[in-house]
């Protein structure tokens, strides 16, 4: 099993930036590529972006592309988002998650484990 704790959300203005953290604990990090996804209130959950268990490889959802990057620190079990031009459309809760890098990246939607989430406000 392998246990994600988000945290970093919060209240920002539109135009502002907000770094997320997921910690991962549980089983070995390096393992398994890192996903993020979000969801705002009354629509499905979205891809956001993901990075490979080496942090080489990076991929984000059309709607955050140069805007977001994602990052990870092996050896300190952590994964980052980093928002910036925060827009009040990016509201919502933000979730990480983790699959076993034999897993394919580019395939969105087959995560195994998952965060509680963490809310992101962006007001206008």
């Known amino acids: 099993q392998v246990q994600l704790v988000e945290s970093g959300g919060g209240l920002v203005q539109a135009g502002g930036s907000l770094r997320l953290s997921c910690a991962a604990s549980g089983r070995t990090f390096s393992n398994y590529h890192m996903g993020w996804f979000r969801q705002a209130p009354g629509k499905e959950r979205e891809f956001v972006g993901a990075?490979?268990?080496?942090?080489?490889?990076?991929t984000y959802g059309d709607s955050v592309k140069g805007r977001f990057t994602i990052s990870r620190d092996n050896a300190k079990n952590t994964a980052y988002l980093q928002m910036n031009s925060l827009k009040p459309e990016d509201t919502a809760v933000y979730y990480c998650?983790?699959?076993?890098?034999?897993?394919?990246?580019?395939?969105?939607?087959?995560?195994?484990?998952w965060g509680q989430g963490t809310q992101v406000t962006v007001s206008s």
């Open positions: 998650s983790a699959k076993s890098s034999g897993r394919l990246l580019g395939v969105k939607y087959d995560y195994d484990y």
């Open positions: 990075i490979s268990w080496s942090g080489g490889i990076t």
